[in-house]
C-alpha cells in the first residue's frame, strides 16, 4: 500500500487516482525539481504534449544529428542526473555511444510501428536514452510517465529492450484512455476464478520474472501477477514483441485470448485502425 503524501493529495485534486501513481511514479516532491506527473488528456485531444519546459535542466537533449520520430522527440541524458520522485530518487547516467546508437535505432524502429494518431493520443512527450538507470538505488530498465517523458536504460539486449518499450508504451496509453491505471474491474473480470493480483510491480523485480510463461494461467509472465496495471502492459508487450508466443498462449488458454481481445477493443476505439497497423488478431466475437 502507498502511504498518502501531501503530494498524493495533489495529484488527487487534479484528478490522477491513487492507484496510477504506483505505476507513474511521476511526482517530483522536491521543490527544487520541476518534473511533474503530466495529468492524463481527454483521446480526443490530438495535440502533442511538447517537450517539460525543465528537460534541459536535467540534461535532456536532442541531439542535433538524430531523425526526428513523428510525434515524439528521441532525447538523451547528456550528463548524470537526479530526480526526487514519491517512490525514491532516480538516477541516471549519459549512455556510451555504442549503447545510444543501438537503443535509437530500435526505438525509431518500434515507435514508427503506431499510428501517429495513437502516438499524439498517449501524450508520450519523448524517450529519453540514459544508462545505469535506477530508482530508489534500484537497477530499473525503464520508468514511464516522468513529466511525459519515458526513461530508457539503453544497456540492455535488442529483445528487452523492444519488450520494455512497448510496455512502457501500453502504461502511457492505458493512462491517456480513461485517465486511471487500476483497478480495472472490466479487465480483472477476465482472469480465472480466484486470482489474485500481488502488490505491484515493485515487489516483483528481477529478469526472471519478466520472462514469457505457459505456467501461469490467465498471464503471460510472472511480472503480469504482480497487478493489474502490469498485467496489461505484460500482455500488450509481448503480442508487439513475441505474437507467435502470444498466439500460442491464446489458443491455449481462454483468459489470455480474452484479454488480448480486450486490448485490440481498447486500441481500436482509440484508432480503429491500430490493431491492424499493430500487426494484432481481431478479436473472436462475443455472444
Wanted: net charge negative; hydrophobic share 45%; aromatic share 6%.
Amino acid at each position: 500500500m502507498i502511504t498518502k503524501s501531501a503530494a498524493e493529495a495533489n495529484l488527487l485534486r487534479m484528478g490522477v487516482s491513487p492507484a496510477s501513481l504506483f505505476v507513474l511514479g511521476a511526482l517530483a516532491v522536491a521543490s527544487t525539481v520541476g518534473v511533474l506527473a503530466a495529468k492524463a488528456k481527454s483521446a480526443d485531444d490530438d495535440a502533442g504534449p511538447g517537450l517539460p519546459g525543465d528537460a534541459k535542466a536535467f540534461g535532456f537533449v536532442v541531439r542535433g544529428d538524430a531523425a526526428p520520430l513523428a510525434h515524439v522527440p528521441l532525447l538523451e541524458a547528456t550528463r548524470a542526473f537526479t530526480i526526487g520522485l514519491t517512490n525514491g530518487p532516480v538516477h541516471g547516467v549519459p549512455p556510451t555511444t555504442a549503447h545510444r546508437d543501438a537503443a535509437r535505432r530500435v526505438v525509431e524502429r518500434e515507435l514508427d510501428r503506431y499510428p501517429p494518431t495513437v502516438l499524439r493520443r498517449i501524450r508520450l512527450a519523448g524517450v529519453v536514452l540514459t544508462a545505469d538507470l535506477t530508482e530508489n538505488e534500484m537497477a530499473i530498465p525503464s520508468l514511464p510517465n516522468v513529466g511525459g517523458l519515458l526513461l530508457l536504460d539503453t544497456r540492455a539486449t535488442e529483445a528487452d529492450l523492444v519488450r520494455v518499450l512497448h510496455h512502457e508504451v501500453f502504461h502511457f496509453f492505458d493512462l491517456a484512455d480513461d485517465g486511471v491505471v487500476a483497478p480495472d474491474a472490466a479487465w480483472e473480470a477476465l482472469n480465472p476464478l480466484g486470482f489474485l493480483y500481488g502488490s505491484g510491480g515493485r515487489t516483483l523485480r528481477g529478469a526472471w520474472a519478466a520472462k514469457p510463461t505457459s505456467d501461469l494461467p490467465g498471464v503471460v509472465s510472472a511480472y503480469a501477477t504482480s497487478g493489474v496495471e502490469e498485467d496489461k502492459a505484460e500482455t500488450f508487450s509481448f503480442a508487439m514483441s513475441d505474437p507467435a508466443f502470444v498466439n500460442e498462449r491464446a489458443a491455449a488458454d481462454p483468459a489470455v485470448r480474452a484479454k488480448l481481445d480486450e486490448l485490440v477493443r481498447r486500441l481500436a476505439a482509440v484508432t480503429p485502425d491500430a490493431p491492424r497497423r499493430l500487426g494484432l488478431p481481431p478479436p473472436i466475437s462475443r455472444p
